[in-house]
């Protein structure tokens, strides 16, 4: 029964770690959660521009909070927002307005934050910064990450800006702050120097308090900001950063003559303390163990003082395995406002990581102190339960049973938990035998098991295994982080790319290719434009590689869509632009009587979505691309053959071209536009479906339907491969949703300056998606089907993380190109994208395979529909 608690009181801990990559829970500023009395400001420039009317995507008032006056860079405005309670704050969002009573925006702010509104903190990026980059437009919204993120109640945005005047808009993103903790004390963290190797700074650098007699105070920092240390101190999970960064650690002889290290914990309120996890580094190789013993004296209330009889704890110390670990200390239920733990060294050196707390409300009963010698090791049951604490005899038996009851629904659920990790384990790794027709290949959850039929693909050959998870993997030589050096660096790689791209490599029909004086001809790789359309549209946006002979010179008359009068379209905003036109979304009147589909009477107006129309049938949302006047005569060419490509696209999963407006400027093209937008929007503004999300009215997916549209992207892309045509930016931004969920590839993602960040310019020339893109399409200008599917991985595993995260988010652009090398290099360094926790294993394994090194191993998109076929709802 023992083991079985402490199984228990593990679970519980492990838990309560807050998760900087998953608490980004929106606060409640643009659904209302966060009420108007919670949000003031220091001025306001009208009524209708007060700080109410600062929440994101919303338009009430005149559209935003506008400060007086015109700001300069000495003015020191600020919106201030009162979480109510202690919150782990993790990315803020904002906007500009957008209204007639004119466009106004922040290009830069700050943040101040404060626990107790009377000591405001400013916060600080890793590199030391205050200051944020703000909004380039008045409608695009701005997300920005907290690195580090910070625990807090109140939190204020003051515009920074040259004298303008600015409005602003945001969301605020975090989760609740359970353990309570306010504060913690430490001695300072000191250096580490060691023979041969980097000196290891192990300093509290993101510190929000007091900094004096080389002691830290009153304020907190590495040690509560989520990010565990590696086994290897000298590796950090931040880029970039020093060695040693993700630890706070101390010398022995440093420490006095005890060599010990006293740390002090001040909390909210009272709690009743079950236990304290410690992450702890024990690489004992370099002189680094977890604490030998830990002793920790309790305060109840601020003014009282630390009670006498600490408790104490001994670990069990490890020499044969060096990984960190989480210590959990027992503590009792002891009743405390705030904790003194004193921390003994096991050895030269002592370096934690993280420090958590589990806690129960003070107003339970609570165990008095136990008595005795204060140098005994608890029990793991705890103190005998005095007098006063047995229950009346007569609810004893119900309390009794309800405790069995809860006992052997734990087990039970334990049980289940190990089995289908078990279960997990043996599919990942189970062997597959390779049949001449189709295979079934389970993918199986500890929530829901799917069954996928897959086409046979060849064996995996000469590919090292690596770890997906990259933040764990080797890291990238610095010497490979400029693009500009790839020649250079990788010498081999030149001679490979004239051999493969310039006479070599695959004959298929949907290559893209260069000619032999174009490959390498400066630092950096080129990119083929001269056998098929331009790798950046007219508009900005990507269109389709096709084979040159489908696209020649065009005139009107090669043109099968119909005219529509362009008076009757109304501009209702703008989606993007590009280098030589933009794309509007507006509205077009009576389109669905021009297209001839409102003779169906009997239809039902709630399905009347085919040319995106609206319920009443007579204005209907639509994309524009659109052609600046004075284009040139090759953009304008491009432009015709663009419409070409799209007239010849007819299928349920593909954008559809509906008409132009082409016989005078601006040309013009009309497609369809889908309620939902795109889709890497419509999942980030979302939840996993649960008790939880359903309670509080969330906007939630499920599993089915992250399946069912994983389904109907590959059922479009397989379309367009059967036509030899290459997507070359196959992403969640260009994936529209209607309402009913379903799909419609596009490619107007590029020219949208919300996704701006996705993309990374070479040398000034070519923009392009770099995370999305396949090796050989980076190094090598080589774009085909195949790097199509290598795209549609990175799809699917941005739809498994709701669009939580871009893809590669800790490496660099440059970082990015460098692993392309790995891939070429194929030494089993290159670095892969992790698992998706909501992803089934065996869902994870077909992505896996998009992202084989060598192209013929990468299965089909006829391969990968027949495997996701079966999740398409009817």
């Known amino acids: 029964m023992h083991l079985f608690l402490l199984l228990i009181l593990h679970a519980a801990a492990a838990v309560a770690q807050v998760d900087p990559a998953h608490c980004r829970y929106a606060l409640g500023m643009e659904d209302g959660r966060i009420k108007d009395d919670d949000i003031t400001a220091s001025s306001q420039w009208h009524e209708t521009t007060g700080p109410q009317y600062a929440r994101l995507n919303r338009e009430d008032g005149d559209g935003a909070w506008c400060p007086e006056g015109q700001l300069d860079a000495s003015d020191l405005q600020f919106l201030q927002v009162d979480l109510r309670r202690l919150t782990f704050l993790t990315v803020v969002a904002s906007q500009g307005r957008y209204a007639r009573n004119g466009i106004e925006f922040a290009r830069a702010y700050s943040l101040n934050?404060?626990?107790?509104?009377?000591?405001w903190k400013s916060w600080k990026n890793r590199l030391g910064s205050t200051v944020m980059e703000g909004n380039k437009n008045a409608y695009a919204p701005v997300i920005n990450d907290l690195h580090p993120p910070v625990v807090t109640r109140w939190v204020r945005l003051i515009p920074r800006t040259e004298l303008s005047t600015v409005c602003m808009r945001v969301e605020l993103y975090g989760c609740h702050w359970e353990d309570g903790l306010i504060s913690y004390s430490a001695p300072e963290g000191q250096l580490m120097p060691q023979p041969g190797l980097p000196t290891a700074i192990l300093n509290d650098s993101t510190y929000d308090g007091a900094h004096q007699k080389r002691k830290l105070s009153g304020g907190l920092g590495q040690l509560t900001d989520g990010v565990v240390g590696l086994d290897d101190f000298l590796l950090t999970r931040q880029y970039p950063a020093w060695p040693g960064y993700d630890y706070l650690g101390w010398r022995n002889i440093s420490m006095g003559a005890d060599q010990s290290v006293e740390m002090d914990f001040v909390f909210d309120r009272q709690r009743n303390f079950t236990s304290m996890k410690v992450h702890s580094n024990n690489m004992f190789s370099r002189g680094v163990k977890i604490f030998s013993s830990v002793s920790c004296w309790f305060k109840p209330r601020p003014s009282s003082a630390w009670e006498a009889e600490p408790v104490v704890f001994h670990t069990v110390l490890d020499d044969r395995n060096p990984s960190a670990r989480y210590v959990t200390v027992p503590l009792e239920r002891r009743a405390a406002s705030a904790l003194r733990c004193r921390f003994a060294f096991a050895d030269t050196w002592m370096m934690f990581s993280e420090v958590s707390f589990q806690s129960e409300d003070a107003s339970m009963s609570v165990t008095p102190p136990p008595v005795g010698d204060s140098s005994t090791v608890p029990s793991i049951s705890g103190a005998e339960p005095s007098a006063s604490a047995v229950p009346d005899d007569s609810k004893a038996p119900i309390l009794i049973g309800c405790l069995v009851t809860i006992i052997l629904l734990l087990v039970i659920i334990i049980f289940l938990i190990l089995w289908c990790q078990y279960v997990c384990k043996v599919l990942e790794k189970g062997p597959r035998r390779i049949l001449g027709e189709e295979v079934t290949?389970?993918?199986?959850?500890?929530?829901?098991?799917?069954?996928?039929?897959?086409?046979?693909?060849?064996p995996r050959s000469g590919l090292a295994q690596s770890d997906p998870h990259y933040e764990r993997v080797f890291l990238l030589d610095p010497q490979y982080q400029n693009p500009e050096t790839l020649r250079n660096k990788l010498p081999e790689l030149s001679q490979s790319a004239e051999a493969s791209a310039c006479g070599g490599g695959y004959a298929e029909p949907d290559v893209t290719q260069c000619t032999p004086h174009q490959c390498f001809h400066s630092n950096a790789p080129h990119y083929a434009e001269t056998d098929i359309v331009r790798l950046q549209g007219v508009t900005g946006s990507n269109m389709y590689a096709v084979p040159a002979l489908t696209v020649d010179s065009l005139t009107r008359k090669d043109i099968s869509a119909s005219e529509f009068p362009r008076q009757r379209l109304l501009f209702r905003e703008k989606l993007g632009e590009g280098q030589f036109g933009e794309v509007h979304l507006c509205e077009a009147q009576g389109l669905a009587a021009f297209l001839g589909e409102d003779e169906e009477e009997d239809e039902d107006e709630e399905e009347r979505d085919a040319a995106g129309r609206d319920r009443d049938g007579r204005a209907a949302l639509v994309a524009v691309k659109q052609l600046r006047a004075d284009a040139t005569s090759q953009a304008r060419n491009d432009f015709l053959k663009e419409i070409k490509i799209m007239s010849r696209l007819n299928d349920g999963n593909i954008i559809r071209l509906l008409c132009v407006c082409v016989t005078s400027d601006p040309l013009c093209m009309v497609t369809e536009y889908m309620e939902n937008g795109d889709l890497n929007m419509f999942l980030s503004?979302?939840?996993?479906?649960?008790?939880?999300?359903?309670?509080?009215?969330?906007?939630?997916?499920s599993p089915a339907d992250l399946l069912h549209m994983s389904a109907q992207i590959s059922s479009g892309m397989r379309y367009l491969a059967s036509l030899n045509f290459v997507h070359r930016d196959l992403a969640t931004r260009n994936c529209l949703l209607d309402r009913r969920l379903t799909i419609k590839i596009a490619d107007f993602g590029m020219s949208r300056n919300l996704y701006s960040s996705d993309y990374y310019r070479i040398q000034g020339r070519a923009v392009l998606p770099i995370r999305w893109m396949a090796w050989e399409s980076i190094l090598l200008g080589k774009f085909t089907t195949s790097s199509d599917v290598w795209a549609f991985g990175v799809t699917l595993w941005e739809i498994f993380t709701l669009c939580k995260e871009q893809p590669y988010s800790l490496l660099?652009?440059?970082?990015?190109?460098?692993?392309?090398?790995?891939f070429f290099r194929n030494q089993g360094r290159q670095v892969f994208l992790y698992a998706p926790p909501l992803c089934p294993p065996s869902l994870f394994e077909l992505m896996m395979r998009c992202w084989r090194r060598d192209i013929p191993d990468r299965p089909s998109f006829e391969g990968l529909y027949q495997a996701l076929r079966p999740h398409v709802r009817q």
């Open 113 to 119: 934050y404060s626990r107790d509104g009377v000591i």
């Open 441 to 458: 290949v389970r993918l199986s959850s500890c929530s829901d098991t799917i069954v996928l039929q897959t086409p046979p693909v060849p």
């Open 812 to 822: 660099t652009d440059q970082q990015v190109i460098a692993n392309t090398g790995e």
């Open 685 to 701: 503004q979302r939840e996993m479906e649960s008790t939880l999300t359903h309670a509080n009215n969330i906007p939630s997916v």
